[in-house]
């Protein structure tokens, strides 16, 4: 997808992200991810991610802003892919707890959406409590509670903060083909976390085994976001590029 060809499809905003993230084995998230796709690694490893943040505001673009009608909690569990030179996410599962935008989500964005109950609130000026547990048997869940400092700042390149957030793309597959959509929003400015209370099992539900402390939090306080709808990642070179 060119940038002549990119056009916002949605508007909305992303508040209260947290980033949990352990390294996993390449090898373990090989055979989760289709080719043409390759995991992407850093410091010799892949990375799986569990994200709880709050939605706002979730519009097509052409609609004006109806307070309170598409807000929402959502939690995802993530990794890291490559095709060619471009970089991307690819969600193993994604939990909503709003019925239209789970429906609407799989069926134009063709991304693993689930419904869910969550709640989430913030217990103290720096002190964020998640829970999501899927309506659909065997009903995965996770709890997370924890507490932000400092100020927010830019990951800086090179850096591992950097490599997990800085991404504009995303993959996923649908009926045996792979589609590519794009998101637009300022850099992300990240700031110090500590997990007071963890405890999930998406990831095992997702088929991905993470044991142990997580390897890397923190958390974002958000920004605007415009995101395209979803192109066919037509299979001509590993360049990156629509073929």
Known sequence: MSEREWRPALSMRWKHLLFVHWRVPLVSLRPLIPEPLQVDTYDGAAWVGFVPFVMESVRPVWLPPIPKLFDFPEANVRTYVRYGEQRGVW??????????????????????????????????????????????????YARVRYRFSGEPRETEPNTLEHFLVERYTLFTAYRGELYRGEVAH???????????????????AAGISVSGAPDSVFYAPGFGVLASALQPLHIANATGRAG
Do not use: C
């Not at 989500?105 to 999501?132: C, G, H, Q």
């Open 91 to 140: 969600f193993f599962s994604l939990d909503a707890a709003h019925r239209l935008g789970v429906w609407v989500a799989r069926r134009f964005w063709k991304l693993p959406y689930y419904y869910a109950r969550m709640w989430w609130e913030m217990l103290a000026p720096s002190e964020i409590v998640y829970t999501t547990t899927r309506k659909k048997r065997p009903r995965p």
């Open 186 to 204: 300022l850099p992300y400015a990240i700031q110090p976390a500590t997990l007071l209370e963890l405890e999930q099992n998406l990831t095992d």
